[in-house]
């Protein structure tokens, strides 16, 4: 705050206005982080002092001011997005469990699945469970995949099981594809 800046006061004794203050700025900046805007997880954030001139500061610049300090260190510190893991639970049944598990896999490998069992269900091979984790944003359409793949006698379930890191070139891909498509509207 300039060359009239006082000494630095301790987290213990800033002003309870202040506090709420740079609270706010701090909520702002992990809600709209620095990649696309996304909010931002796991995060701690201590204040270790805050050096001020007088004793009249306005809570707005305070609050702007701890909202800038946590973007720029979000930056410097190389954030990068999670993305939800689905469960998917692929049932195959009769004809479609020889004929159709082969595409299932082939479909769920080119949706950036992993593979985690393929059970048979009886003795015959006419019941057969596909297990496998699939990011979230893969799975628009594999219900309709899934049904034509199999001829109509699989099932598929999902249920959310993990975040996952996005690997640094799929989230290149979704920042360009995120800025190719706001150029479009």
Same mark, same amino acid.
């Given at each position: 705050?300039?060359?009239?800046?006082? *000494?630095?006061?301790?987290?213990?004794?800033?002003? @309870?206005?202040?506090? =709420?203050?740079? @609270?706010?700025?701090? =909520?702002? /900046?992990?809600?709209?982080?620095?990649?696309?805007?996304?909010?931002?997880?796991?995060?701690?954030?201590?204040?270790? @002092?805050?050096?001020?001139?007088?004793?009249?500061?306005?809570? *707005?610049?305070?609050?702007?001011? /701890? +909202?800038?300090?946590? &973007?720029?260190?979000?930056?410097?510190?190389?954030?990068?997005?999670?993305?939800?893991?689905?469960?998917?639970?692929?049932?195959?049944?009769?004809?479609?469990?020889?004929?159709?598990?082969? @595409?299932?896999?082939?479909?769920?490998?080119?949706?950036?699945?992993?593979?985690?069992?393929?059970?048979?269900?009886?003795? =015959?091979?006419?019941?057969?469970?596909?297990?496998?984790?699939?990011?979230?944003?893969?799975? &628009?359409?594999?219900?309709? *995949?899934?049904? +034509?793949? &199999? +001829?109509?006698?699989?099932?598929?379930?999902?249920?959310?099981?993990?975040?996952?890191?996005?690997?640094?070139?799929?989230?290149? /891909?979704?920042?360009? =594809?995120?800025?190719?498509?706001?150029?479009?509207?």
């Amino acid at each position: 705050m300039g060359e009239e800046a006082g *000494a630095p006061v301790s987290p213990a004794f800033i002003r @309870n206005d202040w506090r =709420k203050a740079i @609270n706010e700025g701090c =909520k702002n /900046a992990l809600h709209n982080g620095p990649v696309l805007g996304f909010p931002v997880h796991n995060v701690r954030i201590i204040l270790k @002092n805050l050096v001020a001139s007088g004793g009249r500061l306005n809570p *707005a610049l305070l609050s702007a001011c /701890a +909202s800038e300090c946590v &973007t720029e260190a979000l930056k410097k510190a190389g954030t990068h997005l999670i993305e939800p893991i689905m469960l998917a639970e692929i049932d195959v049944v009769d004809e479609a469990a020889d004929q159709g598990v082969h @595409n299932v896999l082939q479909e769920l490998n080119r949706r950036r699945g992993t593979i985690l069992n393929v059970t048979p269900k009886d003795t =015959k091979g006419h019941h057969i469970l596909v297990e496998a984790h699939v990011p979230l944003s893969e799975t &628009t359409g594999l219900s309709n *995949a899934i049904r +034509s793949l &199999t +001829s109509g006698l699989g099932t598929l379930h999902l249920q959310i099981h993990d975040f996952k890191h996005v690997s640094p070139q799929d989230q290149a /891909a979704i920042i360009e =594809k995120y800025y190719h498509r706001k150029e479009d509207h």
